[in-house]
């Protein structure tokens, strides 16, 4: 079983997301993960990587996502640790839980 590979970048500086993928689902990357590795500036710049794993809609669901789930009152934050996807308030293998933003481009929903 091979595991879909794919990354995003956050760059503070110009308030972008950036897909290491196309959205067309071609095979051709807008960046390499290399490439932006060797520029990186981790006060700058944040990668994230695909779970791979999809919320109830289908939407790819990647590190530093914020979940929504039905028995979970608070946004929920995945987040990469010792090797593993993991959230700390919920499964984030549940078929209940919907990609509402992320931390860098929805840090509101994190407020209250």
């Known amino acids: 079983?091979?595991?879909?590979?794919?990354?995003?970048?956050?760059?503070?500086?110009?308030?972008?997301?950036?897909?290491?993928?196309?959205?067309?689902g071609s095979d051709n990357p807008l960046w390499s993960y290399d490439a932006v590795l060797r520029r990186q500036d981790e006060e700058t710049v944040h990668i994230m990587q695909f779970t791979g794993l999809h919320d109830t809609?289908?939407?790819?669901?990647?590190?530093?996502?914020?979940?929504?789930?039905?028995?979970?009152?608070?946004?929920?934050?995945?987040?990469?640790?010792?090797?593993?996807?993991?959230?700390?308030?919920?499964?984030?293998?549940s078929s209940s839980?919907?990609?509402i933003g992320n931390i860098h481009e929805n840090p509101e929903l994190l407020k209250g």
């Open 57 to 93: 809609n289908g939407k790819a669901i990647y590190a530093r996502d914020l979940l929504k789930h039905k028995f979970y009152s608070g946004p929920v934050i995945v987040s990469f640790e010792n090797g593993c996807f993991i959230s700390e308030d919920v499964d984030i293998l």
């Open 1 to 24: 079983m091979t595991r879909e590979i794919k990354f995003r970048a956050w760059n503070d500086e110009t308030q972008m997301m950036y897909m290491s993928h196309r959205r067309d």
């Open 97 to 99: 839980n919907e990609v």
